[in-house]
């Protein structure tokens, strides 16, 4: 029986941390599959919906110590030629990318994550993501598409 409810606390845990990442990445819980038209891809720093390997974008995540940085929001984990953090839904119509790339990062000091992403949602400077930063679903001519397809 203790064993039981060991194994069941451990599970919620890893259950909890994985939606913790999903709130400190932009538009984490609405990164669209690489395949599926009209649905998200529930584990975005994965390699699929419900296996446990990291994507480019999740060794990128992991290793700026699970922060959306400034560099993770410049780099481009995939290598579509498209910014994380235009894929993940930044307008660069008013600021470029940098400028908004370090407004993200400096807050993480002064404000919560979710009140900045918050402030860019109603400052129309986050909208809905153009495709995952983790896989190559940008026909760019840089990459070709390498997810692993299949609803």
């Known amino acids: 029986m203790f064993f039981k409810l060991l194994i069941w606390c451990l599970l919620v845990t890893v259950a909890h941390f994985h ?6 990445i932009l538009n984490g819980d609405r990164v669209p599959h690489p395949c599926c038209p009209g649905r998200v891809w529930s584990r975005v720093g994965h390699t699929g919906p419900s296996s446990t390997p990291l994507n480019d974008f ?18 481009d984990s995939d290598g579509d030629g498209i910014s994380n953090g235009v894929e993940l839904g930044l307008n660069t119509t008013v600021y470029d990318l940098p400028t908004l790339c370090h407004f993200i990062d400096s807050s993480h000091m002064s404000r919560k994550f979710e009140e ?14 153009i495709g995952h930063p983790g896989f190559c679903d940008q026909n760019t001519g840089r990459c070709q598409p390498n997810f692993p397809c299949g609803c």
């Open 58 to 75: 999740g060794r990128d995540f992991q290793r700026s110590r699970h922060l959306f940085t400034k560099e993770l929001c410049l780099a």
């Open 19 to 24: 939606s913790w990442y999903k709130e400190h």
């Open 116 to 129: 900045v992403v918050l402030f860019l949602k109603r400052s129309k400077l986050l909208s809905t993501p």
